[in-house]
């Protein structure tokens, strides 16, 4: 039986975002990924909000993905368009880009790392003990492994198995989406009427039609058939302009649900996996690959023994209730777009709101996920925000903050006198950089702060603790996060 610190179930964006980060942290990892190839049917997710492509960047691996996709620097919210461009970031936009394009660039990643990925496999159980996991494979084969890691979809085996209850909302409303030829030129845009709203769009390159469909009735199952796309094109438009073929056809509804758990045991749960929601928003694949930046050095550190197991249950403490927000956000999204009267008087409520700076401005650091807040405790206001990627003076030249977190190691970052820390009991785990920076530090949603002397920036590239001229509390920050239980609650404001 072959044997691994963690397998990883499923090979999407996830799965393969966490195997990178456990691979950078020197932690053997292999991926279970039932595709034969890494090849995507139909578009899928469309988009990549600013922290994504942020943590993209703290890898160093950002360009890779906006070369290949298009900046847009507003996204709509209930006909409100949420402009990104006054935030400080270098990131403020959307960054168009259809799954199976960003999936294939991250592909290319893994494998450079050197990622073992078993393709055309699938778990098909597992049972868990003190010291690890037995993985069956399809095929007859097996695997033992320190911790296995579900991010295998919203129809998740690995939650399933692990007993783990994914509590929410049954499905009221469904839509079809498809990619198709057509013999006839079919009305382009989007369009509202009494079943909700509907769209078509021509691919670029002069690929095939995108269409959207809100359907009459509840669909039933993820495999719709072309009769029914053929009757929802009738019902909507009064044709199906010659309808002849679909490279892509699937359902979606307004389901909501969520793990009660991302942990049990040795088991634990990422992506839709923990989390399934409408597309409303395009937050899901960016949810999932933010799941995985914080989960990926702490499972590292637990197989390293550089820290507890308990610190696994801050996973779940931090990223459960930023998953919580997406799918509330994602619910309220649909119920706006609901056609009749009542919700037309609450949308245009909701409209007028957004009209305004403030709400406006919230709700867009709220889908982009730069006002991401873990609750690491009291202190100074930075701590448990992203860190801000500023332009940094240093010894050996100019260099920027995220390129310091490169290598997925916690980074010591001094802005006061040079050699005014001693972290020797760390140094194998912690970058320790003296630097300058000149002028305010401006964060989303937080606004301007006094720049602080030293800041311990976690490997995801959050603040795990802050310094005004002395080491006070470092060493215990330290050993709260390498030696010892730490608890902590996250919060988006």
Known sequence: ??????????????????????????????????????????????????????????????????????????????????DFNGFPTRHNYVLALWQRHFERILAGWVDELGIRVHRGCEVEGFAQDDTGVEVELS??????????????????????????????????????????????EPEFGMRRDSLGTHGMNRMKDGGPIRVVLTEKQLGRGNDPCMDELREALVAVYGTDYGLRSA??????????????????????????????????????????????????????????????????????????PVGARVLRN???????????????????????????????????????GLDIHYDLGEGHPLLGWRMPDLDLHTADGPTRVFTLLHDARHVLLNLGEPGGFDISPWADRIRLTDASYDG?????????????????????????????????????????????????RARAC
């Open 1 to 82: 039986m072959a044997e691994h610190a963690v397998v990883i179930a499923g090979g999407g964006p996830t799965g393969m975002i966490l195997a990178a980060e456990l691979t950078l942290a020197g932690i053997d990892v292999v991926i279970i990924e039932r595709r034969a190839s890494q090849d995507l049917h139909g578009s899928r997710a469309g988009g990549l909000h600013s922290r994504t492509i942020e943590m993209l960047d703290q890898r160093g691996i950002a360009e890779r993905f906006i070369s290949a996709g298009q900046v847009h620097k507003t996204l709509g919210h209930t006909l409100v368009p949420l």
């Open 139 to 184: 095929g007859g084969r097996s695997l033992r492994a320190e911790y296995l890691v579900g991010c295998d979809g919203g129809r998740s085996l690995i939650r399933k198995t692990a007993g783990i209850d994914f509590i929410g909302s049954d499905p009221s409303t469904s839509w079809l989406i498809a990619e198709v030829e057509m013999d006839e």
């Open 247 to 320: 490279s892509w056809l699937s359902r979606f509804t307004d389901m909501t649900r969520q793990a009660v758990s991302y942990r049990s045991g040795r088991v634990l749960l990422a992506g839709d996996a923990a989390h399934v929601h409408p597309p409303q928003g395009g937050q899901g694949l960016n949810t999932g690959v933010q799941d995985a930046m914080n989960l990926g050095w702490k499972l590292a550190q637990v197989v390293k023994k550089t820290s507890p197991e308990s610190l696994l249950d801050t996973y779940h403490a931090e990223r459960h």
């Open 330 to 368: 994602a619910v309220a999204q649909v119920v706006l777009s609901i056609p009749d009267d009542r919700h037309r008087a609450l949308r245009e409520t909701m409209i007028e709101l957004l009209g305004t700076d403030e709400p406006r401005t919230r709700f867009a650091a709220m889908i982009s």
């Open 440 to 488: 305010v530090w401006d964060l989303p949603v937080l606004g301007k702060i006094a720049p602080p002397v030293a800041v311990l920036i976690r490997p995801d590239g959050y603040v795990a603790w802050v310094g005004n001229g002395t080491d006070s509390g470092l060493a215990d920050a330290l050993t709260a996060w390498f030696d010892k239980h730490f608890t902590s």
